[in-house]
T-cell receptor
Framework: DAKTTQPTSMDCAEGRAANLPCNHS???????VYWYRQIHSQGPQYIIH???NNETNEMASLIITEDRKSSTLILPHATLRDTAVYYC?????????????FGAGTQVVVTP | NAGVTQTPKFQVLKTGQSMTLQCAQD?????MSWYRQDPGMGLRLIHY???????DQGEVPNGYNVSRSTTEDFPLRLLSAAPSQTSVYFC??????????FGEGSRLTVL
């Protein structure tokens, strides 16, 4: 399974866009990029995922580079409630279940 | 919807005791998994299951047993608890489009 590399921490001002990078240079052609976040000690929450194309939902946007070796999660207007640890992981294709492994993630702190 | 339900939420054990962490989901997901999270660290996969009767090991399986007799339930057993197993345990199920749904966690302390 591919591994990911994320910055340990980053700060963001409330109301501004937060851009969270992730490197996954060994990603396989059939592996998706998933983003989750964990607020305090709660269970992680799914944010978004994608394969090749950029994706957007009500929570965030996901930009995947053309070579698929890196991606960026964009929180368009960060709020204090977005303070959390954000995990970027890569996982098997939909019908090829296997191990979905998390790294240490990025601690994002949104400040007023 | 209940989603993924874990019990108990808190447990204190003595070294050598055994216990079972329960996990149930009502979303008819085939895939279920157990993670542990130690302070300041990410989640590490213990065991996972791709359907009833099928289980496999994750990154840190030693000291833990699982079984999957039904689609809904995926219990995690500690046969002889050790202080190194003090952690927060999360159960998750996964729908066909890939997203994981997590329970609220079970906080285990082994003295």
């Amino acid at each position: 399974d591919a591994k990911t590399t994320q910055p340990t921490s980053m700060d963001c001002a409330e109301g501004r866009a937060a851009n969270l990078p992730c490197n996954h240079s060994t990603i396989s052609g059939n592996e998706y990029v998933y983003w989750y976040r964990q607020i305090h000690s709660q269970g992680p929450q799914y944010i978004i995922h994608g394969l090749k194309n950029n994706e957007t939902n009500e929570m965030a946007s996901l930009i995947i580079t053309e070579d698929r070796k890196s991606s960026t999660l964009i929180l368009p207007h960060a709020t204090l409630r977005d303070t959390a640890v954000y995990y970027c992981i890569v996982g098997p294709a939909r019908r090829s279940w296997g191990k979905l492994q998390f790294g240490a993630g990025t601690q994002v702190v949104v400040t007023p | 919807n209940a989603g993924v339900t874990q019990t108990p939420k808190f447990q204190v054990l003595k070294t050598g005791q055994s216990m079972t962490l329960q996990c149930a989901q009502d979303m008819n997901h085939e895939y279920m998994s157990w993670y542990r999270q130690d302070p300041g660290m990410g989640l590490r996969l213990i065991h996972y299951s791709v359907g009833a009767g099928i289980t496999d090991q994750g990154e840190v399986p030693n000291g833990y047993n699982v079984s999957r007799s039904t689609t809904e339930d995926f219990p995690l057993r500690l046969l002889s608890a050790a202080p190194s197993q003090t952690s927060v345990y999360f159960c998750a199920s996964r729908q066909n489009t890939g997203e994981l749904f997590f329970g609220e966690g079970s906080r285990l302390t082994v003295l």
